[in-house]
């Protein structure tokens, strides 16, 4: 889906801070690994870990996007997006993905969660 919207599709990763903060411990998988986990995907061209924060403006500006596609499980708004990249000149369309379906047995805690019940008891 997102890689029709474009010639080139680059994901960027949420740092580990920022994941920290967000789920308030750390990333079972660090950024690193999430990363090369999508590297692999044949749609994606570059995949980037984004700097500490909510918006990874910096990298952002570095990437030059002509248009960003949030997650639909981002939990920021599209407009306010819109509003921070025009204040800092740039003029990007955001857009918002629609769940294609909700995957919740790859969620890493429900893996654990599942070699737990299967394993430990």
């Known amino acids: 889906m997102a890689k029709e919207l474009g010639d080139e599709l680059i994901v960027i990763v949420a740092h580990d ?10 990333p079972i998988n660090p ?4 990363a090369e986990v999508l590297r692999a995907i044949k749609y994606v061209d ?3 870990i984004g700097e500490p924060g909510e918006v990874s ?7 030059k996007p002509d ?14 997006l819109k509003k921070k ?3 800092e000149g740039l003029n990007v369309e955001v857009i918002r993905l629609p769940y294609l379906y909700k995957a ?3 969620k890493t ?3 654990i969660q599942r070699i737990i019940e299967t394993f430990c008891d």
């Open 67 to 80: 248009i960003i596609a949030l997650g639909p499980d981002q939990d920021f708004s599209c407009e306010d």
């Open 31 to 34: 950024a690193e690994d999430r």
């Open 109 to 111: 805690s429900k893996i």
């Open 57 to 63: 403006l910096e990298t952002i500006k570095r990437l």
């Open 104 to 106: 919740d047995r790859a």
């Open 46 to 48: 570059d995949v980037v």
């Open 17 to 26: 801070e920022t994941v920290k903060r967000r789920k308030g411990r750390p």
């Open 85 to 87: 990249l025009k204040k």
